[in-house]
């Protein structure tokens, strides 16, 4: 077994993320779960795993996503560990993922490559087909749950931005990855099943499309990061800033056609274009 240790990062976790854990543990050296906010209902849950195989660390307050990883990552250093799996609490890997992942971040690594590794991600409930049929698929971004990073790549990029706090996290570390001469791969044959929100199926016009109504918390931080990433790495600067644009769009759209509290989150979304260009790296 590979020295790989596992980031979990969890808040007000549900009884399942014990059935996650375990399915990490057959594929990785340890795992260490970071809980952010933690209830004595969540420490309740966490207590039930082996502590001989599982670190646990409670967070009083909510650190967010970025700081949440970065935790995780620290107490790894400090005991060794030379590769790091993030996962998100509801997110379980298929057998053999680790080894397909880390065989090809060592193939890479091995050439003196800066690059960052992650899985195809399927939902629980439903198979979502890999966009290319190549196995090996170089991605502008990826997704932080089931990204594998090295420790020389960590030594090269550095951790995730805590400011950020949440949303758009991943994609700012991939973006630096890139400017350190890096890449993203995405590695089909590796698949985590993973929890996409609290998505409701809307039909239009008999076109069908997951509405995920974003608390007005989460568009705040949305647009906020969004344009902090627009003025760090340029606008119109690669398949990255078209793929986010589309999306932004997309979703101010089904927020104003759809979703509820419609004036509370167009004002969460106001705050976060402001803040966003007042902001100071």
């Not at 007005?216 to 690669?238: C, D, E, P, Q, T």
Request: charged letters at 25%; one cysteine or more; glycine letters at 6%.
């Amino acid at each position: 077994m590979s020295s790989t240790l596992a980031v979990v990062l969890s808040y007000r976790p549900e009884a399942s993320i014990v059935q996650n854990i375990e399915a990490l543990l057959l594929q990785v050296s340890r795992v260490v779960v970071v809980d952010n906010e933690s209830s004595e209902q969540s420490k309740i849950i966490l207590a039930t795993l082996d502590q001989t195989k599982v670190a646990l660390i409670f967070n009083d307050e909510n650190k967010g996503v970025a700081e949440g990883f970065n935790q995780g990552i620290r107490w790894g250093l400090e005991q060794g560990f030379e590769y790091f799996l993030l996962m998100d609490q509801d997110s379980f890997p298929k057998p053999g993922m680790v080894e397909v992942l880390l065989e090809t971040l060592k193939a890479y690594t091995g050439k003196d490559q800066t690059v960052l590794v992650g899985p195809h991600h399927e939902d629980f409930e439903r198979k979502m087909a890999a966009l290319n049929n190549e196995n090996i698929e170089p991605v502008p971004l990826l997704i932080t749950s089931g990204s594998l990073l090295s420790k020389k790549l960590i030594e090269e990029v550095g951790l995730y931005d805590g400011r950020l706090f949440i949303d758009h996290v991943d994609h700012d570390y991939c973006l630096r990855v890139a400017k350190k001469g890096g890449f993203c791969l995405k590695i089909n044959s590796a698949v985590l099943l993973h929890k996409f929100g609290e998505a409701q199926v809307k039909t239009v016009l008999g076109k069908s499309f997951f509405l995920q109504d974003y608390s007005a918390f989460r568009r705040y931080h949305m647009m906020r990061n969004r344009i902090v990433l627009y003025k760090r790495y340029g606008i119109f600067s690669g398949a990255w800033f078209w793929m986010d644009l589309r999306s932004a769009l997309k979703d101010l759209a089904k927020l104003i056609l759809f979703e509820s509290d419609k004036a509370v989150k167009l004002r969460a979304v106001l705050r976060g274009l402001k803040d966003g260009l007042l902001w100071r790296d």
